[in-house]
């Protein structure tokens, strides 16, 4: 069994990014900048923003935090995005997930300038990345595909099953494995809350790729000898021994099913830190679009 490390090679990711930011300065460029949006207080949601600013600072980009009132109305958040679209300053940016309930996620996904949409959640970039061409890769997915490239997993011809059908991760992962090409190439399954007797799909797996946010729902004796498994899942369970109050847990009961399997990843420190890297790889790709 062979760890997927994904603080190693998100730090391996940022060294390289950080690397091409030093060439550009000498170069006298413009370095990337991002923004981030957050509406509201939600606590793990300040923490990924935090976390995704301070990643900016290390490596050499510019940032901006653009913090919202849990209270902001949907016309002034439009406003907001129409403000970031017009910046000629920034290459790209983000608006963090979950809005709350009265905002429509959708109208504001959709209001981002595709070109900036370093998330890539944007119709016209999900479009782009069925379609085999350049665009931005949403981050969860495209780092996954970067820890199966990095680690050389073989990918063509295998059956990938995937658990979850979220725009952020499922679905789009379901897509990326079964583009032509390399990590890809595989025969993908896309499972979710409706799939019957799943046990059957995840027992002929070759990759098995969870992304439902239930603490160790998949167990050893539903998955195949030499398995990759890839655990998306990062929920907060509440610990009381442990000084957060909460320990962070993945969707794969990691005792049981590290043992059978080929390559796994650890939570943490196997896909949460390769999302960071990804949008920064994202936001340096939008800079060199834009002064192409
Ligand atoms: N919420 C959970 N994951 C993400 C992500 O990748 N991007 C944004 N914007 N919000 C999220």
């Known amino acids: 069994m062979q760890l997927l490390d994904g603080k190693k090679t998100s730090e391996d990711i940022k060294n390289e990014i950080a690397a091409e930011v ?11 900048h991002l923004a981030a949006v957050i509406v509201g207080t939600n606590g793990a949601s300040l923490t990924y923003v935090g976390s995704k600013v301070k990643s900016c600072q290390q490596i050499g980009f510019e940032s901006t935090l653009v913090s919202l ?16 679209n017009e910046d000629d300053d920034l290459d790209g940016y983000i ?24 998330d890539g959640f944007h119709p016209a970039n999900f479009g782009k990345m069925a379609l085999e061409m350049e665009t931005f890769l949403p981050a969860t997915p495209y780092g996954i595909m970067e820890l199966l490239e990095r680690y050389k997993v073989e990918t063509a011809g295998k059956h990938t099953v995937v658990i979850g059908r979220s725009h952020i991760v499922g679905r789009p992962m379901s897509i990326l494995m079964s583009r032509k090409g390399y990590p890809g190439d ?55 021994s442990h000084p957060k109050g909460y ?32 949008l920064l790889k994202n936001t340096l790709l939008a800079r060199k679009i834009r002064s192409r």
């Open 22 to 32: 030093l060439r550009m300065k000498a170069d006298g460029q413009k370095v990337p």
């Open 69 to 84: 009132s849990e209270n902001i109305s949907e016309e002034e958040l439009l406003d907001k995005i129409k403000e970031l």
């Open 95 to 118: 608006v963090q997930l979950p809005l709350p309930k009265h905002i429509d996620e959708q109208k504001i996904l959709m209001a981002i300038d595709p070109d900036k949409d370093v």
């Open 186 to 240: 595989s025969t993908v399954t896309l499972t979710h809350s409706r799939t019957r007797n799943i046990e059957e799909y995840t027992k002929n797996a070759d990759i098995i790729i969870t992304a439902l946010g239930v603490p160790n729902y998949l167990k050893g004796d539903m998955v195949k000898d030499g398995v990759v498994v890839i655990d998306v899942g990062i929920t907060r369970v509440e610990d009381a």
């Open 247 to 278: 320990v962070i847990t993945g969707d794969v009961d990691f005792a049981s099913v590290s043992p059978k399997s080929s390559f796994i990843t650890p939570v943490p420190g196997g896909v949460g830190p390769m999302t960071i890297a990804m």
